[in-house]
């Protein structure tokens, strides 16, 4: 379900999270509308040799998980995505569950904008793979 939340109703400190399961189907779904077939995601025999020890997902997976943080759930159906910056912190393995997190860290009211820290972290111990900030305008 969309958030319908309104530029009014959101408020500084919003928070939103959802998990999501990192699989071998969705690296290669992504390498396909990508065009990024880098042996680092799609081969296993390549990727066991590198310091990663197997298959890592695309860091802009996180970047797609992002867009789903706000497109959907904080603040939803009224916004505009502006910006995205990313840092990638480890990375994220195939098979890990991780969980997506959203805080609203700055609502201006000129010009309509909410200010997001946004997180990717692995369900299972919580560490930071991904952060960021995005920044989005309301349209109602």
Known sequence: MISEKTFGEILQGDTAQFDVDITKNMVGAFASLSGDYNPLHINREYAASTPFGGCIAHGMIAGTLFSRLVGVHLPGKYCLYLS????????IGIGTTVTVEGVVTQKTEATRTLTLSTVLRAKADGEVLVEGQALVRLLQ
């Open 84 to 91: 995205q910056t990313l840092q990638f912190k480890k990375p």
